[in-house]
């Protein structure tokens, strides 16, 4: 593992950022844990939501919204 790092560090920009993508692409979301601070965020918009469910709306309308908003 060491000689392939150093390998591409010899690699210019490009082919370093290449690598650095498929390392990245190659990480399974799914076996990531949460951090605290995620945990707490999620826990406190579930608590929000609990409180007000009627202020949710739905991803479709959000995405909308957004995508006019920032010109997408």
């Keep these: 593992m060491e000689n392939a790092l150093k390998e591409i560090l ?3 920009t ?3 950022i290449e690598a650095v993508q498929a390392i990245w692409n190659s990480i399974d979301e799914d076996t990531m844990p949460a951090t605290e601070e995620e945990v707490r965020i999620a826990r406190e918009r579930y608590e929000e939501y ?3 469910p009627s202020q ?3 991803w479709e309308d959000a995405k909308q919204k957004l995508m ?3 010109g997408f």
């Design 68 to 70: 006019k908003k920032y």
């Design 56 to 58: 949710i709306i739905a």
């Design 14 to 16: 490009e082919k370093k």
């Design 50 to 52: 609990l409180k007000n």
């Design 10 to 12: 010899k690699e210019n």
